[in-house]
């Protein structure tokens, strides 16, 4: 399940916006599994990815942005990213995206360009969330649209894309990603 919560805008520091993902993280578990949990039954996989040691079957990636965290909970490997809706890096698209992305990418002008860029980073980077090994994946997964699906190069994984206010949320679970009642985005 997908889990959001606006953060005041006054209290915009990454520490309080980290914290505010974490208390998600566990109001979240305590309302689906009926566990409570803090940051000490958090810990760190080899490669940062956090888990809970003593309950390995509750799957979770966490987020947050300016203005946003989220937390995702699954019953397999499962990531998420959110963004603010940015101005495309093109250095940062030309490096990342693979080519037929980056094609995409440079058909797209002004807030369409900006979308663009920030979904399929966001993608990206929710993939990379759920595999465990960081930002030295990104540039192996691709993503392309067919019939209002998100699909990739690796069919073993499901992605979704929601848009809430001036954010894009992506989703990647192993198998099928989880609804919710934000906005579905379609980014092809």
């Given at each position: 399940m997908?889990y959001?919560?606006?953060?005041?805008?006054?209290?915009?520091?990454?520490a309080y916006e980290?914290?505010?993902?974490?208390?998600?993280?566990?109001?979240?578990?305590?309302?689906?599994?009926?566990?409570?949990?803090?940051?000490?039954?958090?810990?760190?996989?080899?490669?940062g990815?956090?888990?809970f040691?003593?309950?390995?079957?509750?799957?979770f990636?966490?987020?947050?942005c300016r203005?946003?965290?989220?937390?995702?909970?699954?019953?397999?490997?499962?990531?998420?990213?959110?963004?603010?809706?940015c101005s495309?890096?093109?250095?940062?698209?030309k490096?990342v995206?693979?080519?037929?992305?980056?094609?995409?990418?440079?058909?797209?002008?002004?807030?369409?360009r900006?979308?663009?860029?920030?979904s399929?980073?966001?993608l990206k980077e929710?993939?990379?969330?759920?595999v465990?090994?960081g930002?030295?994946?990104?540039?192996?997964?691709?993503?392309y649209g067919?019939?209002?699906?998100?699909?990739?190069?690796f069919?073993?994984?499901?992605?979704?894309?929601?848009?809430?206010?001036?954010?894009?949320?992506?989703?990647?679970?192993r198998?099928?990603?989880?609804?919710?009642?934000?906005?579905e985005?379609?980014?092809?």
């Amino acid at each position: 399940m997908l889990y959001t919560r606006v953060i005041d805008e006054n209290n915009r520091s990454y520490a309080y916006e980290h914290s505010q993902s974490y208390e998600l993280l566990f109001e979240s578990v305590k309302k689906e599994k009926g566990i409570v949990l803090s940051f000490a039954d958090v810990a760190k996989d080899e490669y940062g990815k956090p888990f809970f040691p003593e309950y390995p079957h509750i799957f979770f990636s966490i987020t947050h942005c300016r203005g946003l965290a989220c937390c995702i909970i699954d019953g397999s490997e499962c990531g998420i990213d959110a963004e603010m809706i940015c101005s495309p890096r093109d250095k940062v698209a030309k490096r990342v995206f693979s080519d037929s992305e980056f094609a995409e990418f440079e058909k797209r002008q002004g807030r369409e360009r900006e979308i663009f860029f920030t979904s399929i980073w966001t993608l990206k980077e929710a993939y990379s969330k759920a595999v465990g090994r960081g930002l030295a994946v990104i540039k192996n997964v691709s993503f392309y649209g067919n019939g209002g699906r998100i699909l990739s190069n690796f069919p073993d994984f499901g992605f979704r894309q929601y848009m809430s206010g001036e954010h894009i949320i992506s989703v990647c679970t192993r198998g099928n990603c989880p609804k919710s009642d934000l906005r579905e985005y379609y980014p092809f």
